[in-house]
């Protein structure tokens, strides 16, 4: 006698982080940011993760001769600060907002915890860490091996996709002089190539 199929089981339902940090029994707390706010310094103590639960955040290094290069942008959904995790004692760049942000702040010992004793989000973290890692190594690669108009061509698609497919899209409104700084050339080539593209 034939055996019947197994039922087909949906997939479990996405993990709500966000429900989650606000329901675990920690200490993360809501905190706001105006648009071009710093969130946290290069250089200060690295004692706490976030969470960004709405708006954007633009991370950014600066070099000892004063030169600024964009690393990241974040939005809804994004961690960030996670060095402190690995034992990183200071900030290795700076966090602004790059509209009205809400971010929840983890204290580093309330991290470690919730990661060690909840699977559902230590496998969501990891996720965002994995998925992190990959867009460094991308961004690198293009870097490398692409020319300044490729390397701006690509930021701006991947800023086309900011945030999560299921909300809408917000925008942080970027000067080309952060669009150089992101791409690794100057505002008049961003300038020139943006006209190039219209």
């Keep these: 006698m034939p055996r019947r199929p197994s ?3 949906p997939p479990p339902p996405p993990f709500d982080v966000q429900a989650f ?9 809501t905190v706001r940011f105006a648009t071009g706010a710093a969130i946290f310094a290069q250089g200060a103590q690295a004692n706490s993760v976030f969470y960004v639960q709405e708006g954007g955040v633009k991370l950014s290094v600066l070099s000892s001769a004063g030169k600024e290069a964009v690393v990241a942008m974040l939005g809804s959904g994004d961690f960030l600060g996670e060095g402190c995790l690995a034992g990183q004692p200071l900030r290795m760049g700076t966090a602004n907002a790059v509209m009205r942000t809400a971010l929840l ?8 915890q919730m990661l060690h004793e909840h699977p559902e ?3 969501r973290f990891l996720a965002h860490m994995l998925t992190r890692n990959i867009r460094i190594e991308e961004d690198l690669v ?6 300044s108009e490729k390397r701006l061509a690509r930021t701006l698609l991947l800023l086309a996709r ?3 497919e299921e909300t809408p899209r917000v925008l942080p409104k970027l000067s ?6 992101m791409v690794g050339t100057t505002r008049s080539r961003v300038n020139f190539f ?3 593209f219209r």
């Design 7 to 9: 039922p087909v089981r």
């Design 21 to 29: 940090l606000e329901s675990a029994k920690m200490s993360p707390r």
């Design 105 to 112: 702040r983890i204290p580093k010992r309330d991290m470690i």
């Design 121 to 123: 989000f230590s496998d």
């Design 142 to 147: 293009d870097q490398l091996f692409n020319s």
């Design 162 to 164: 900011y945030g999560k």
């Design 176 to 181: 080309q002089e952060t669009l150089a700084e």
């Design 194 to 196: 943006m006209n190039k």
